[in-house]
């Protein structure tokens, strides 16, 4: 795996991390290339600056995917619990490019509630196709998209206690199951 600062030191491959480093000479990134796949780690701050420079000028015009990392307990260590990874498409160039931010959590993950330090700007301005992937994110992991269009549970029901896809999340649940209002046929 190559590793290198996109704002020093040698260029990686993909044409579109020196576009970034031109564009964003003070901005801190980090960026990566594994098995032909560019990586450009950003700061949460800069976040939607970078993803509207890489829609309005580099044309990403796909937002593919939106997805959530839990990095507790991880091998090597990472420069946050939760990682936020947008998968982009340039169809015109036929590039795909993954931007990647992290966050960590300043208070207990083992309930809903809310952290001030899991916030991520939303994309949903940039590509609307990203409001149903952060909704999932959210959900699952229980990062929040700052300016978000309808920001509520997509996959279970709004006041379920948890984010069950974090890792300190019990595998069996917390007793969620056994309060399911179960609906047979004839009651129907």
């Given at each position: 795996m ?36 560019a ?22 015009d ?13 091998p ?17 160039s036929?590039?795909r ?8 959590p300043?208070?207990p ?11 991520v700007?939303s ?42 896809l ?8 917390r007793?969620?199951?056994e ?10």
């Open positions: 190559s590793t290198a600062p996109a704002n020093s030191g040698p260029t990686l491959d993909h044409p579109t991390f020196a576009k970034v480093k031109a564009r964003f000479p003070g901005k801190k990134f980090r960026a990566t290339e594994f098995r032909g796949q990586t450009l780690v950003v700061e949460p701050a800069d976040l939607h600056e970078v993803m509207a420079f890489l829609k309005n000028d580099c044309g990403y796909f937002l593919s995917d939106v997805i959530g990392i839990d990095y507790l307990n991880y090597t260590p990472q420069p946050g619990r939760f990682a936020v990874v947008y998968n982009l498409i340039a169809y015109a036929d590039l490019f993954f931007v990647k931010t992290y966050v960590s300043s208070l993950t083992d309930g809903i509630e809310e952290d001030p330090a899991l916030y700007d994309v949903c301005d940039l590509w609307a196709g990203a409001e149903w992937t952060e909704r999932e994110v959210f959900d699952m992991f229980g990062i929040r998209f700052k300016n978000h269009p309808d920001l509520r549970r997509i996959l279970t029901w709004e006041t379920y206690p948890a984010h069950p974090r890792k300190d999340y019990p595998v069996r649940g007793g969620e199951r309060s399911y209002n179960i609906i047979d046929r004839t009651s129907a």
